[in-house]
């Protein structure tokens, strides 16, 4: 290298420059300077020679984009970038230091990327100043032993973690904000990291992981608006903060799990809505002067087997109480105030040990509490002004008392072992009453309400079933006969809105009403009553709604949803943890707790084997079908007594008429549609006799056919259970009144007969055939594909062959990524929309078309769609429709396809007469009549017009029609007095010219 150093101009436009910086690097020397102008340069920078690329002008002058590839690569010892903003998409990293040292300074890196900056093994990483953004991917990853000094950066919009240290990474923040991003920093894998007067703000997820053993040091920064935990410690790490702040968690404000260790210096934790310091597994904490206020829960919980240790820190207020030890738990408390807290200033519980020496406890509900088998020493503390009891010891095990100066609680200041018992909070006390059975009538009036629900016929028998068993149960026992094996937990599947809350709630009464439980009342929970945020919340979530429902019935509506994961972010599965603590909660209270839980027949299948222990515990699953058409209109004629309304005839009839047409897609709500259409009823009513003063009591009462509102458009389905003969042969109907397509109405019509027969035959004990429910639809554009489609998603769903029916219709674009990896993920996502109904692939040839030299991504989904397939085969029918020549090469793209794809429709080009008929049919519904001069220039027009590979079918009928109706509207703009029939009716000369071939 020689001693000048050389300047090299780069400009898209100014003379005496390199046009690309490519160029110019290719050009420089070690130690040159290149200098770039401002303008936007599309390329991929390699940096393989040390040099300094410095951008002109303003910020945000000089931009470098690129897709794909990285937009800036190093590999050389050392190589300087300022004052250039990066672009980059489409790709894993945007830029890729590989070796030696690149430093950032004042640069902007904007990516669409799986990672914006990444640092790799023997490389270091300097930013000054950068602004990094990624609302896709991860901010800066610094991994196998890199290093990386960011200092005065700023991380914003970042879909993933901002800054993530793996394998040995180590990153240093100096003075860095964090904002508006999934997570700020993640040591994992032992990795390594430090910050120092960093801002970490608005974050969507946990601010800070220290995970796999790994050390984290972060001193004087600010952590707030976290919306989850703002640190979790845990696989044995070892993070420690100093001087920092932490304001507004959602859920715990610090968790140390996993037998991991935190260290706590000088750190204030101010309203979190959970706890704000949360110690589980086996895990250690020193808090060192600490400062807590108004935690949303207990402040500082430690339980399991962990330890922690707490020095001169003060807690204030809050919604629980101050410091708690529980189960096998070891707590040191030395010289900590604990003030104002809601409940027990310090707790131990169960099998914990507590041990205080010094403080004070003051104006908290009770000072310091030890109850159950918990043991430990109170000595030189000060314990005051407590709404309860000062020092409470209410367990069978040692608690040392010395040194205290307790007075002006309003309890006992001191109360030791002989005092009365505190009961368990929730739990029962030794006066309460075990269940008792109750007389007959109660019972038979209770299986009365049962049986007065409409419909659920299936439903009634097997809870008149249980019933008939417990009681049975009994009788043996008197007869001195063991009894027989009963689990009265239950599945209740089905759709939406068919009873499963009130038959839940029935069945809770009957129980008790059998002595079986000790009050029956219903406590209904979902995913977000059970499921926190963070390792270890889930468990307290759950055991908590668990406890509201000991002695009646706990009822998880759609439970599936605990066993489906929580999105696609690689983190723990926390619905898993809900449903292994509810398994062991059953186990344990197996005798007072009866637990229900509901949601669609499928999906209930894969929640059961979540875990090896559900099936045992849910031996009985009662299936809820979806109420008929006459059903329905008998909900309608309840509510109408219940509010004094009636139903004339013809408007029984045409609810009848209603409830039968009624899409029935994932919006059907059964009930609570019937409830929904009986209220439109009412607005219309009111609507009608608004403007007629004299309506009297009749008028008032009466709901009319006019009442009843136009049916919903848009997709079609049906909820799984039992065949509805009656929607079938409806759908059928429509099914044939569509125009032309005789060969596809055939071989839809064998379909169902088949598949009819099928489930019959199943039904009788016979073996049924194997069917292939999916098809291929080949044919031109135009012709009725999807409509036949969403007819025969309804048929399948009225044959209670699949759960709902709806029609999720993607294309190429909805299906095919951008890299590899991609496509996979967007393929089962459009396929996991689809369950349960159909899933229709327009012009699915694409997929088996090459498009371009590169990967081809089209056949990545065809193999993720063929694999998906045979995964779901009894949840999914998938139709791929397009011309029937391309349709064979897409066929031939996978060897799996044929044998799914047995049957093939053929969708033919309407005839001349038939594109006549569709026209007129829409015509006559927008209100136009066609004579019969007219029907004749039509039949002219379509038969003289050229057909290419183009032709739209009915697609081009309906152009026409708005062409005829378009003219139609010129020729009577210029009358003065228009007649009905100069509004309405269509002419010969308003068709137009068929078009010709070029």
Not at 38 to 65: C, H, K, M, N
Not at 196 to 218: D, F, M, W
Not at 799 to 805: E, N, S, T, Y
Not at 970 to 975: E, P, Q
Request: include cysteine.
């Amino acid at each position: 290298m020689t001693g000048v150093r050389s300047v090299l101009g780069v400009s898209p436009s100014e003379p005496d420059c390199y046009r690309t910086i490519g160029d110019a690097i290719s050009a420089a020397r070690d130690g040159d300077v290149i200098s770039v102008r401002p303008g936007v340069y599309p390329e991929s920078i390699v940096l393989d020679r040390d040099v300094t690329l410095s951008g002109s002008g303003q910020a945000g002058d000089v931009r470098v984009e690129s897709s794909g590839d990285a937009v800036l690569r190093a590999t050389v010892e050392h190589a300087e970038v300022s004052g250039i903003e990066f672009a980059h998409s489409d790709g894993e990293v945007a830029v890729d230091v590989r070796s030696g040292m690149l430093n950032l300074d004042e640069c902007v890196v904007g990516a669409e990327s799986e990672v914006a900056v990444v640092a790799r093994k023997g490389s270091q990483l300097r930013l000054g100043g950068t602004t990094v953004r990624n609302p896709g991917g991860a901010g800066v990853l610094v991994f196998d032993g890199a290093k990386a000094e960011l200092t005065g950066c700023t991380f914003t919009s970042v879909g993933t973690t901002a800054v993530v240290a793996r394998s040995g990474g180590a990153p240093t923040m100096v003075n860095c904000v964090v904002t508006e991003a999934k997570g700020a920093v993640l040591a994992a894998d032992q990795g390594l990291g430090e910050l120092r007067g960093c801002r970490i703000e608005s974050i969507s997820g946990t601010a800070i992981v220290v995970e796999e053993r790994s050390k984290l040091t972060v001193s004087d920064t600010q952590v707030s608006t976290v919306d989850g935990v703002a640190l979790l410690s845990a696989g044995g790490s070892r993070p420690v903060l100093r001087d920092c702040r932490i304001a507004g968690t959602t859920a715990q404000a610090i968790v140390v799990v996993q037998d991991a260790y935190a260290e706590l210096d000088r750190v204030v934790v101010e309203g979190a809505r959970g706890h704000a310091v949360q110690v589980l597994d086996s895990s250690t904490a020193d808090l060192n002067e600490c400062v807590v206020t108004g935690a949303g829960h207990d402040a500082v919980v430690v339980g399991g087997d962990a330890s922690a240790r707490l020095a001169g820190c003060q807690i204030t207020g809050g919604s629980g109480g101050g410091i708690v030890a529980e189960q096998q738990a070891t707590v040191s408390v030395r010289d900590t105030s604990v003030v104002g807290a809601a409940s027990a200033g310090l707790t131990a519980r169960n099998q914990a040990r507590l041990v205080i020496e010094g403080g004070e406890v003051r104006e908290c509900q009770t000072g310091a509490l030890w109850r159950d088998h918990a043991e430990g020493s109170i000595n030189g503390a000060v314990v005051r002004d407590n709404l309860g009891d000062g020092i409470s010891v209410l367990t069978d095990q040692p608690v040392d008392v010395a040194g205290c100066s307790a007075d002006r609680n309003l309890g006992n200041d001191t109360r030791l072992p002989g005092g009365t018992g505190l009961p368990e909070p929730g739990g029962s006390t030794e006066d309460e009453k075990p269940p008792s059975r109750s007389d007959g009538d109660e019972l038979d009036g209770l299986l009365e309400e049962l049986s007065a629900l409409v419909g659920l016929d299936g439903v009634k028998r097997e809870v008149e079933t249980l019933v008939r068993l417990h009681q049975m149960s009994e009788r043996r026992a008197a007869a001195g006969l063991p009894s027989p094996p009963l689990s009265r937990h239950l599945v209740f599947t089905g759709a939406p809105g068919t009873g499963k809350t009130t038959v839940a709630r029935l069945y809770g009464r009957i129980l008790t009403a059998l002595g079986v439980l000790r009050s029956g009342q219903l406590v209904e929970v979902a995913r977000p009553d059970l499921v926190a945020s963070v390792v270890g919340g889930t468990a307290i979530k759950t055991t908590e709604m668990f406890n509201k429902a000991i002695g009646g019935v706990l009822f998880i509506d759609e439970a599936y949803t605990l066993s489906a994961g929580n999105g696609s972010s690689g983190g723990p599965d926390f619905g898993r943890e809900a449903i292994d603590t509810l398994v062991k909660l059953m186990e344990d209270h197996r005798d007072e707790v009866v637990v229900i839980v509901a949601g669609y027949t499928n999906d209930m299948r894969s929640f059961l084997a979540a875990n090896p222990g559900l099936s045992s515990r849910f031996s009985r699953t009662i299936e809820f079908a979806d109420y008929s058409s006459a059903e329905l209109v008998t909900i309608v004629e309840g509510l109408c007594g219940s509010h004094d309304y009636r139903l004339e005839f013809e408007t029984r009839a045409a609810l009848h008429t209603y409830f039968t047409d009624l899409p029935r897609d994932s919006a059907f709500g059964n009930g609570r549609t019937a409830r929904k259409v009986f209220e439109e009823m009412l607005g219309r009513q009111a609507y009608r006799l608004a403007d007629d003063p004299d309506a009297g009591h009749v008028a008032l009462t009466r709901l009319l056919p006019a009442d009843l509102g136009p049916l919903p458009g848009s997709s079609v389905g049906a909820g799984a259970g039992r065949a509805d003969e009656e929607r079938i042969e409806q759908l059928l109907g429509k099914l044939r009144a569509l125009v032309g397509l005789d060969e596809v109405k055939a071989e839809v019509s064998d379909m169902v007969d088949l598949l009819a027969s099928a489930r019959r035959r199943q039904a009788a004990g016979l073996p049924a055939p194997s069917v292939s429910r999916h098809l291929i639809f080949a044919g031109p554009p135009g012709t009725g594909k999807t409509t036949v489609a969403r007819l025969y998603g309804s048929l399948l769903a009225a044959l209670g062959v699949i759960a709902q029916g709806q029609v999720t219709e993607v294309a190429r674009a909805d299906l095919v990524g951008e890299y590899v990896g991609h496509t996979a993920r967007r393929t089962t996502e459009a396929f996991d929309r689809a369950r349960g109904g159909v899933l229709f692939i327009d012009e699915a040839y694409t997929l088996s078309s090459s498009r371009g030299a590169g990967h081809d991504f089209g056949r990545e989904a065809i193999d993720t769609l063929v694999k998906l397939m045979e995964d779901h085969r009894d949840e999914v029918v998938v139709i791929a429709a397009g011309y029937e020549r391309e349709m064979a090469g897409f066929l031939a793209a996978n060897p799996g396809l044929s044998s799914r794809f047995s049957h093939r429709v053929r969708f033919a080009d309407y005839t001349a007469d038939e594109l006549v008929t569709i026209v007129n049919q829409h015509a006559t519904e927008s209100g136009y009549e066609c004579t019969g001069p007219t029907v004749a220039a039509l039949r002219t027009h379509f038969a003289n017009m050229h057909r290419g590979d183009s032709f739209g079918n009915g697609r081009y009928a309906r152009q026409v029609l708005d062409s005829t109706v378009a003219h139609h509207a010129r020729r009577t703009r210029s009358l003065t007095d228009p007649t009905m029939d100069d509004l309405c009716v269509l002419l010969p000369e308003d068709v137009p010219t068929p078009p010709r071939a070029e």
